[in-house]
C-alpha cells in the first residue's frame, strides 16, 4: 500500500482498463476497488499537517522564471559591495601569505610548544563547516528528505568553497610550500623516498582530495539541467555558448534522466560514509598523539557531530540572507530554516555530551596530566575565558532551539548561526592550544600565545576567498536546483497540496470515473 499511496495523491493512479466486479488494474496490478474505498481517507501523497516546501501559487514557468531572474538580470548594488568586500580580504589574504612565504613561519606567533595555532585552528574549522553540505545532498537524498531540494545547492557549493579554504592552511603551514608536492606518493628518484603512510597527516591528504572531488561531482552534476535552462533562456552569445558547454549537451530527454538519477545515487552512496570517515580522519590528527588533551578514544564521533553541527550553522547564515537577497522566501521557507535548527540542537546536544564525557574522563582516569590540562588549563588558566565562551556558544545557546517560536524566528536564527561558528572556532582552538601551551617540561612552557597581524590576515582571506567564490557563485549558477524544485512542486507546493483536498474527498469509483482513459 506504501507505493500506491504516494502515486494515488500524486495522480499516479493510472487505470489502464477497467475490470469489472469491484476491481480495476493499478501499473498492471488488479487492485480490490472496495478496499481502496474503505481507506479513502488515509490515502494521500503528503499529509496535509506538513507545511508546503514551496510557498506560493507557483506554477513550472514561475520556479524557473524566479530561481533563474537573480542569475539573468545585473548585478544588484548589495552583490557589489558583498564582493568588493570580499576581494579586499582576499587580497589581505594574500599579502599576508606573501610575508609568510618570504620570511618563514616566524611571521606567525609559533614558537617551541604551541607549533600549531591559528593555522591549524582554522583548517579544522574549515574542513568542519563544508560537512553539512555532502550530508544534505548525500544522506538526505538516500532518505528521500524533500526539505533538502530549497538549500542542497548552496551547502554544495558551500562546502567545494570551504574544502578549498581548508586545503590552504596546512599547505602554508609547511613554510617550504613548494615542497608540497613531497606529501603525494608517487615513484620518485629520492632514493626513493616516500611518505610514511602510518601518519594520520597523510590520512588528511587522501581523505580531503577525496572529500573535495567527490563533492566537486555531486555539485556539478546537479548543476547539468539547470544549465541547460539558462543554455535555452540565454540571449547574450557568450552566455549562450558558456552555459552550453557547461550542459554537456543535455537535452532532458528520458535516457538522460536516467542516467542523472543513476548517476546521483551512486554518488550519493560515495559520498555518504566521506560524511563520517573525513572528520574522523582529521580526529586522528589529534587521537593518535600521547599529548594529554588529545589521546582520546571519543574524538572521531565527537568531531563528526561539531562538524554537522557547524556546518548546518555556515548554512543558515548563507541561506537566510540569500533568501532575502534574491528574493527566494518562496523557495526556502520557515520549514526549511526549522527542520535545520533541529539538526543544530541534536548535534549541539551531541556535542555537549562529548565535552561532558571527557571532563569525566579527566577525572576518572586520574592521570594527573590529563587532570591538569583540563581542569588546571582549560576550565581555569590563561585560557579559561575561551572555554567558557565555546561552552556557551555550542551548549547552552543552542538549547533555545527547543522553543518552536525561536526555531521559526529568522532574526534569532541568523544569530544563533553565527555564535554557534564562533563557539565551534573557539573549540578547535581549546583543543589545540590549551593542549600544548602547557608540556611535561615546565622549563619550556609558553608565554602567552597571541597570534600575529598575519595570521589574523591568513584566515580573513580564507574568509575573502569562500565569500567571493560564494559571490560569483550566486552570480552565474542558479542558487536552487530548478529541476528538484520541480520535482516536488505536485507534491509539497501550496498550490497543489490546496487542490488535493477535494480530490482526497472523492471515492474511488468517482475518482476512477474523472481520470480514466481508454488506450
Given amino acids: ?152 545547492r548552496a551547502a554544495e557549493a558551500m562546502t567545494i568553497f570551504a574544502v578549498m579554504c581548508a586545503g590552504q592552511f596546512p599547505v602554508w603551514h609547511m613554510g617550504r610550500v613548494w615542497m608540497a608536492f613531497f606529501v603525494l606518493p608517487y615513484p620518485n628518484s629520492r632514493g626513493p623516498l616516500w611518505v610514511n603512510f602510518n601518519s594520520p597527516l597523510l590520512w588528511d591528504v587522501f581523505a580531503i582530495s577525496t572529500y573535495f572531488t567527490v563533492s566537486l561531482l555531486f555539485w556539478y552534476s546537479g548543476l547539468i539541467p539547470d544549465m541547460a535552462t539558462l543554455r535555452d533562456r540565454a540571449k547574450k552569445k557568450w552566455a549562450k555558448s558558456f552555459y552550453g558547454v557547461a550542459a554537456f549537451g543535455w537535452t532532458g530527454s528520458t535516457k538522460h534522466w536516467q542516467r542523472h538519477e543513476s548517476l546521483s545515487l551512486v554518488l550519493a552512496g560515495l559520498s555518504t560514509p566521506l560524511v563520517l570517515s573525513v572528520h574522523t580522519i582529521v580526529s586522528f590528527d589529534f587521537a593518535t598523539s600521547v599529548i594529554p588533551g588529545w589521546h582520546t578514544t571519543i574524538f572521531p564521533p565527537y568531531f563528526v557531530a561539531g562538524a554537522i553541527f557547524s556546518g548546518f550553522a555556515m548554512v543558515q547564515t548563507l541561506m537566510l540572507v540569500t533568501r532575502k537577497v534574491l528574493n527566494l522566501e518562496d523557495y526556502i521557507t520557515i520549514s526549511h530554516i526549522e527542520n535545520m535548527n533541529k539538526v543544530i540542537v541534536l548535534t549541539g546536544s551531541i556535542v555537549g555530551c562529548a565535552y561532558l564525557t571527557e571532563l569525566f574522563m579527566a577525572w576518572y582516569s586520574a592521570s594527573k596530566y590529563e587532570y591538569d590540562i583540563f581542569f588546571k588549563y582549560r576550565i581555569a588558566g590563561p585560557y579559561g575565558w575561551s572555554y567558557w565562551l565555546m561552552m556557551t556558544c555550542n551548549v547552552i545557546t543552542p538549547q533555545l532551539f527547543w522553543v518552536k517560536k525561536l526555531r521559526r524566528n529568522i532574526a534569532f536564527t541568523f544569530l544563533m548561526s553565527v555564535v554557534v561558528n564562533i563557539g565551534m572556532w573557539f573549540e578547535r582552538f581549546v583543543i589545540i592550544v590549551s593542549s600544548l601551551y602547557r608540556d ?26 569562500f565569500f567571493t567564490c560564494y559571490f560569483l557563485f550566486s552570480k552565474y549558477f542558479p542558487v536552487i536546483a530548478i529541476a528538484e524544485i520541480k520535482h516536488i512542486l505536485k507534491r509539497s507546493g501550496e498550490s497543489y497540496k490546496e487542490a488535493m483536498d477535494p480530490v482526497e474527498a472523492q471515492s474511488v469509483d468517482d475518482f476512477a470515473k474523472e481520470h480514466a482513459h481508454a488506450h
Fill in 1 to 152: 500500500m506504501a507505493s500506491l499511496e504516494t502515486n494515488f495523491g500524486s495522480f499516479g493512479l493510472l487505470l489502464e482498463e477497467k475490470v469489472p466486479k469491484g476491481r480495476m488494474r493499478w501499473k498492471g496490478n488488479e487492485v480490490d476497488a472496495e478496499h481502496l474505498n474503505k481507506n479513502m481517507a488515509s490515502l494521500r501523497y503528503e499529509s496535509q499537517t506538513r507545511e508546503p516546501l514551496v510557498d506560493g501559487h507557483k506554477t513550472y514557468g514561475q520556479v524557473t522564471e524566479d530561481i533563474c531572474k537573480p542569475v539573468e538580470a545585473a548585478p544588484t548594488r548589495m552583490w557589489w559591495i558583498g564582493f568588493i568586500v570580499s576581494a579586499i580580504l582576499l587580497l589581505f589574504g594574500v599579502v599576508s601569505l606573501y610575508v609568510e612565504v618570504v620570511y618563514g613561519t616566524g611571521m606567525w606567533n609559533l614558537n617551541k610548544t604551541i607549533g600549531w595555532g591559528w593555522d591549524i585552528t582554522n583548517f579544522v574549522w574549515w574542513v568542519g563547516i563544508g560537512h553539512a553540505g555532502t550530508l544534505i545532498s548525500a544522506i538526505l537524498l538516500l532518505f528521500r528528505q524533500g526539505w533538502r531540494t530549497g538549500v542542497n
Fill in 440 to 465: 611535561y617540561l615546565p622549563s619550556s612552557w609558553s608565554v602567552y600565545y597571541r597570534p600575529t597581524i598575519w595570521e589574523v590576515g591568513f584566515y580573513l582571506g580564507s574568509f575573502g576567498l
